[in-house]
């Protein structure tokens, strides 16, 4: 359970809706380069059509306040199964690197502290419709800085890197000028994004919401209204 889950969602039936071709994406697609199971005709760069326009919103103020960069989108809609090939997927790339084999009844203790790690950013691949996982509700969008030319902003870590240095406020102490700098951008992200509505992941700095539990739980809106979105609501 995450301290969002208990929230009620009162879905507003709007579709997803691909995104615009304003709105720059990184591809080939991380997920499906590793394998995800996303099917045919599952595109992952669509979100509900609200959150596209306050997305394009966002960038709009962004560009106000930095003309020269914009919106550099890694992730979007993100089907349940998908959801599930991927949690499982970082637990095994985190027990490679810490040599951790997952069959081993030994080392129950050192999967465990893996699984707890990832678990605090990767939500649960839940098919209960009262607790879907963010991206599952085409609601949520995970995002960075980049320049009109394509070249990605260096943020202080990876999108989807396990540890504390993935946290929002990671940098905000710093007195190393390059730390300083990456708190600076994650901060211009955070403002413009809020300014359109978004709310935060509070462990990543890359992952943004609006309309679902996680947001309703950060804005104080009594109900998320957005649900599990299928593949089968897009428009075209």
């Not at 914009?70 to 349940?80: E, L, N, S």
């Not at 997952?102 to 605090?120: H, M």
Request: some cysteine.
């Amino acid at each position: 359970m995450r301290p969002w889950s208990d929230r009620p969602i009162q879905d507003c039936l709007e579709s997803l809706e691909y995104l615009p071709p304003q709105l720059l994406r990184i591809e080939p697609h991380p997920y499906a380069s590793v394998g995800a199971p996303y099917g045919q005709g599952k595109d992952p760069f669509r979100l509900r059509s609200g959150v596209v326009r306050r997305l394009l919103k966002a960038q709009d103020l962004l560009r106000q306040r930095a003309p020269e960069l914009c919106f550099a989108i890694f992730d979007a809609w993100r089907p349940i199964s998908v959801q599930a090939f991927m949690v499982n997927y970082t637990i095994d790339q985190l027990c490679r690197e810490r040599g951790v084999d997952r069959e081993d009844p030994r080392q129950e203790a050192d999967l465990q502290t893996v699984e707890s790690e990832v678990g605090r950013f990767w939500a649960p691949p839940s098919r209960n419709p009262q607790t879907p996982p963010p991206h599952s509700t085409g609601a949520a969008v995970d995002l960075t800085l980049a320049t009109d030319a394509g070249e990605l902003l260096a943020m202080g870590s990876p999108i989807d890197a396990i540890g504390v240095v993935s946290e929002p406020d990671y940098f905000a102490n710093t007195s190393d000028p390059a730390e300083q700098l990456f708190h600076q951008r994650r901060e211009l992200l955070r403002t413009v994004m809020a300014s359109a509505g978004f709310a935060q992941h509070p462990n990543e700095w890359w992952h943004y919401s609006y309309g679902d539990q996680l947001w309703a739980w950060r804005s104080g809106a009594e109900a998320a209204i957005y649900s599990e979105a299928g593949s089968n609501s897009a428009t075209p």
